[in-house]
């Protein structure tokens, strides 16, 4: 399988009104539009007959039409020229779905699976979009590594002058990669750490498995005592997907999910999700921030000096390599 193969999570639902939206999955221009009876269509984005961007049109019922001179073309990319009727004017379509409170788009025909982004018992928190101008390799390197938490993140991570205690495990198979690391908390916000009951010198646990059709990694977080008696309040699961846009840049699609063990319809979740998305945004963007001063895009990781946690770094090249897109390589185990 290609690149676009995969389902590729593209905009959240509510990014995708009347108007077209221009959108990129592996370099490929996208226009994704809504049909006025409410179905989808993804076409590529230049149309063709003089290559405007069909996103700069509108929607005409159930077609999109070029802003130039007007010609149409339906979800499937049957196009029809005003002027020309005649004539036989397709365009590339591709399949898109809405799920999950987002648009997903793949190429036509392909069989790859549609990811299983639910999360029963948890509330669902936020749906958030950030842009890193980095290749989609290093951008997976930042979230699948737990070192840089002791300098880049606020809260969920590592004390830094207690790195070296953090205990790491690799769990590779054939299509996935897990990893699990222990060791103790960050020192985080008072007033979220009597919110969440995490206290100082408490362990935290982050356990995160990434998946490569699309590339995803599933995260969960919870903090518990130094014996494993008393566990946090709240528990996160978080969806990370990581959509290359080019080769330069990458798109990161989280949907956060939490659970909290306080009494009352969805453990008073509901009171704070303002403030925990808020919370998500703020790590993220803490990564967008520090990834925006990468020394190069080379994703190459040949000649690095590698740590005991960037083992994992191999392990992801070679399953993105050869499960996302699709070359043939060497299987690492
Ligand atoms: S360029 Fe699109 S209709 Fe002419
Ligand atoms: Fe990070």
């Not at 802003?67 to 149409?72: A, D, E, I, L, P």
């Not at 036509?108 to 509330?123: H, I, K, Q, T």
């Not at 002058?161 to 690799?170: A, I, L, S, T, W």
């Amino acid at each position: 399988m290609g690149m676009l193969d995969h389902w590729h999570p593209v905009l959240r639902a509510g990014e995708l009104g009347r108007k077209p939206v221009a959108v990129k999955v592996a370099g490929q221009p996208i226009a994704v539009f809504r049909t006025t009876s409410g179905g989808l269509g993804a076409v590529a984005d230049a149309c063709p007959h003089r290559r405007l961007k069909l996103s700069a049109g509108d929607v005409a019922g159930d077609r999109i039409r070029c802003r130039y001179h007007g010609w149409t073309f339906d979800t499937c990319g049957n196009g029809e020229s005003p002027s020309t009727p005649k004539l036989s004017a397709c365009t590339t379509s591709f399949d898109v779905r809405e799920e999950y409170g987002l648009i997903w788009v793949k190429s036509r025909g392909s069989d790859a699976p549609f990811p299983d982004v639910r999360m029963p018992g948890y509330l669902h928190i936020c749906t958030l979009r950030h842009t890193i101008p980095a290749p989609l390799e290093l951008v997976v390197d930042n979230f699948n590594e737990i070192e840089h938490s002791g300098t880049v993140h606020q809260t969920f991570g590592y004390d830094l002058d207690r790195m070296h205690e953090v205990k790491v495990r690799f769990e590779p198979t054939e299509r996935s990669v897990r990893v699990v690391n222990v060791g103790p908390t960050k020192r985080i916000n008072p007033v979220f750490g009597l919110l969440l009951n995490v206290r100082s010198g408490d362990l935290f646990h982050d356990d995160w498995t990434t998946y490569f059709s699309p590339v995803y990694s599933v995260f969960d977080h919870w903090w518990t005592s130094p014996d494993g008696a008393r566990e946090s309040m709240v528990r996160w699961r978080l969806y990370i997907f990581f959509v290359p846009v080019d080769e330069r840049t990458t798109q990161v699609v989280s949907v956060t999910y939490a659970k909290s063990r306080y009494p009352g319809p969805a453990g008073c979740l509901r009171l704070f999700r303002r403030l925990l998305s808020r919370k998500i945004d703020e790590e993220i963007r803490a990564d967008v921030e520090m990834l925006a001063h990468l020394a190069d895009f080379d994703p190459g990781i040949e000649g690095l000096k590698l740590s005991r946690f960037d083992r994992v770094l191999g392990l992801t090249r070679e399953r993105i390599a050869r499960l996302y897109r699709g070359e043939s390589v060497q299987s690492e185990k």
